[in-house]
């Protein structure tokens, strides 16, 4: 992202999401048919990695110069628009005669839990009022989500002593919860102080908010996750990373944080 040379930082760039959003939605649909339940899994890959790489190939501004955020916005409905359109008359030639409306209905949860919330990420990169200093944002909200998660398992794991919801994940603590919200806040304060002015329209106020912010909805979107993961009867998402799990427990906490992240840039920071 803060490659000089565009092929890099463009490109490589949308590489990344699209691995993440692809390998995230095939663990998704996973969980869903471990559940019992069907989904079209090969046409919500492909729906979630064609809206992934439409949205770049607009914000990036190879179909000409974009300056208003809505647009972009609009953008994107149009492309889910037609996705959900495509998944109806994908039902037509279904030999099956039920299970239609719960086949589409997942499919499309899929799609915008991982895809669409992970295409945040894109708009907060090429938001067009920061002067180009998106990729500081996009590195902001995800050393303070990431820090959220450590705080959480750090204090949770030595002070922990009483259970947030246990029915859904046993080991989370209102002790982690604050730890989360403690490491997070510390973190946007410092990233803050470091960055400067490359973080446009940021004071330590917004700091200390936006850290407390993230630091909580990303104890949500692990929480989230791990219902999901119940549900299913697993423990992980996956077995990709040693330790933490799959693509989706990795992602968990950033798929909530990204939309909350250019939200408040859009209306608070940048508008």
């Not at 565009?6 to 959003?21: C, G, H, M, P, T």
């Not at 589409?104 to 839990?113: A, K, Q, R, V």
């Not at 200390?208 to 993230?214: A, M, N, T, V």
Request: hydrophobic share 50%; glycine share 14%; net charge neutral.
């Amino acid at each position: 992202m803060f490659s000089g040379n565009r092929l890099v930082s463009d490109y490589v760039f949308l590489a990344l999401l699209v691995v993440l959003a692809g390998a995230g939605l095939i663990e998704f649909y996973g969980l869903v048919e471990k559940r019992g339940l069907i989904c079209y899994k090969e046409w919500g890959v492909f729906g979630g990695l064609l809206l992934m790489a439409s949205t770049f190939v607009y914000l990036s501004g190879l179909l000409g110069t974009h300056e208003a955020p809505a647009k972009a916005n609009d953008f994107e409905t149009s492309i889910l628009i037609l996705l959900v359109l495509g998944l109806c008359l994908r039902q037509f030639f279904s030999p099956l005669q039920q299970g239609g409306l719960l086949a589409i209905s997942t499919t499309l949860f899929g799609l915008m839990y991982v895809p669409w919330l992970l295409n945040f990420i894109q708009k907060i990169h090429y938001y067009p009022r920061v002067e180009g200093n998106g990729a500081f944002y996009v590195l902001y909200f995800i050393l303070v989500t990431k820090f959220s998660d450590t705080g959480a398992y750090a204090v949770g794991s030595l002070i922990g002593r009483h259970k947030m919801i246990p029915r859904i994940s046993p080991g989370k603590t209102w002790e982690g919860f604050g730890g989360a919200i403690l490491f997070s806040v510390l973190a946007s304060v410092l990233f803050y102080e470091f960055a400067g002015e490359r973080l446009i329209g940021m004071t330590l106020g917004h700091a200390l908010l936006l850290g407390g912010i993230l630091g909580g909805t990303a104890v949500v979107g692990d929480l989230v996750e791990s219902r999901f993961k119940r549900e299913a009867g697993v423990k992980d998402s996956g077995r990709l990373f040693p330790g933490i799990g799959g693509i989706l427990d990795l992602l968990d906490s950033l798929l909530f944080n990204a939309p909350l992240m250019y939200l408040y840039l859009r209306h608070v920071l940048a508008g």
